[in-house]
């Protein structure tokens, strides 16, 4: 059964038709159209310009016309905001891995055993942390990003670095554990 919307012109000189639809069609009648509707395809006849204006200033259309764009405005706005804490969240859990790793390498390689106890305990506070950043990044639980594990980490990286004399190198670059969207910092604070 070949379903189709069919629309016959009525622009006051008397010469559209409509055309019969289908039996179970369902059908519409408008001032100035008759249209049958199937769902299945979409086949037009002609409209005059005079008709498409009318019709698309009856406030029932505009209303329609402003609703659909207030709600597509909506829904755009609520991807692009996912899409940038998912990045966010990402950044911040490859930077925890790198953390988790420089903290388990330097504890493995140094040789006093009070300095490795130490190290071994901030790679485990960093590794839970790396770890619970990664699976907020994979399934969310809070809007935006866990600020305090974060913290947690590069406190945990700050000490390691302190005991060590060492620092992460990514790219030739010193890792950097404030965020683009971090504030900036206060006077005297890095």
């Known amino acids: 059964m070949g379903s189709q919307i069919v629309f016959a012109q ?20 408008l001032p100035l159209f008759f249209f049958a509707i199937n769902l299945r395809s979409v086949k037009t006849k002609s409209f ?6 009318m019709l698309a200033r009856t406030p029932a259309t505009q209303a329609a016309a402003e609703e659909a764009a207030e709600k597509e405005a909506k829904l755009r706005a609520a991807s692009e905001g996912y899409t940038e804490r998912k990045a966010r969240r990402k ?13 388990q390498r330097a504890a493995l390689q140094t040789q006093d055993q009070r300095a490795k106890a130490e190290l071994l305990e901030l790679y ?19 809007p935006g ?3 305090d594990s974060w913290a947690e980490a590069v406190a ?4 390691g670095s302190e005991i060590t004399g060492m620092v992460i190198m990514l790219e030739g670059r010193q890792l950097e554990t ?8 206060a006077q005297g604070e890095l």
Request: hydrophobic letters at 35%; a neutral charge.
């Open 145 to 147: 990003t866990k600020d």
């Open 10 to 29: 009525d622009c006051g000189r008397g010469q559209g038709k409509a055309e019969p639809a289908a039996p179970g069609d369902l059908a519409f009648i």
């Open 178 to 185: 404030r965020n683009p969207w971090d504030p900036p910092p």
């Open 124 to 142: 485990q506070k960093a590794n839970r942390v790396n770890l619970e950043l990664w699976n907020e990044f994979e399934t969310p639980t809070v």
């Open 156 to 159: 945990a990286y700050r000490r």
């Open 91 to 103: 950044i911040i859990a490859g930077k925890s891995t790198h953390i988790a790793n420089f903290l």
């Open 48 to 53: 005059c310009a005079r008709d498409m204006e």
